[in-house]
């Protein structure tokens, strides 16, 4: 509380007179545990190691939705122990978000991260068939937006031409992707995802 302790009056104060730097960096997973263990403490909830990298893996170390689901399983297992089955029970996973978060890791060469979220998504009883399909879901927002940097084309005039409006995040968060990679090689990553999915539906 700023207010009523001398400490923080007095850092603030030096603030408004030097300025601040700050060094931002992302949170260890030791310390994201430290902080799911923290929030389960007024609910007298525990959990395991494995089952915290879990829940984080889940909401994709996501601050926010960390503590909201951490809180909604803590409300849920009071008294008790948070379980893998919990988690599945009682955190919807966006599929489409997923998939994108695993093709960055793929794209960076962090391969064994990405499997993982694999993993994670197959353990949730998700269809091969739905994962391949999100997959060209977002190989062709990568494909769109390296498409437009190439040529030239702004954002604003991308989401009306290939026709975000509306959902404009979408692009975004594959224009931000794509600027480090050729429409040449995410569009022959789109192929090989359409002749799978395409097996896939023949073999159903």
């Known amino acids: 509380d700023t207010k009523k302790s001398a400490k923080w009056k007095k850092l603030m104060a030096l603030a408004a007179d030097k300025g601040v730097c700050a ?5 260890s997973k030791s310390d994201l545990v430290k902080f799911i263990r923290s929030r389960l403490k007024p609910y007298n909830a525990e959990i395991d190691n494995d089952t915290a990298y879990k829940l984080i893996m889940l909401c994709n170390s996501d601050m926010t939705q960390l503590e909201n689901e951490t809180a909604k399983l ?3 297992a009071a008294g008790g122990t948070i379980t893998s089955k919990d988690l599945d029970a ?3 996973v966006n599929l489409e978000a997923s998939v994108f978060d695993m093709i960055k890791l793929l794209m960076r060469g962090d391969y064994s991260a990405a499997f993982q979220k694999l993993t994670i998504l197959m353990e949730m009883n998700t269809e091969p068939i739905m994962i391949v399909a999100a997959m060209g879901s977002v190989y062709s927002d990568l494909y769109k937006a390296a498409v437009a940097i190439e040529s030239g084309i702004s954002f604003n005039e991308a989401v009306k031409v290939f026709g975000y ?3 404009d995040f979408k692009l975004k ?3 931000n992707e794509a600027s480090k990679l ?3 090689m995410v569009g022959a990553s789109l ?8 097996k896939l539906k023949g073999s159903a």
């Open 191 to 198: 192929q090989l995802i359409c002749d799978a999915d395409l």
């Open 74 to 76: 803590g409300a849920y």
């Open 23 to 27: 060094e931002l960096m992302t949170r």
């Open 173 to 175: 968060n594959a224009w």
């Open 90 to 92: 009682m955190i919807v």
């Open 182 to 184: 050729s429409s040449q």
């Open 165 to 167: 409006t509306g959902m």
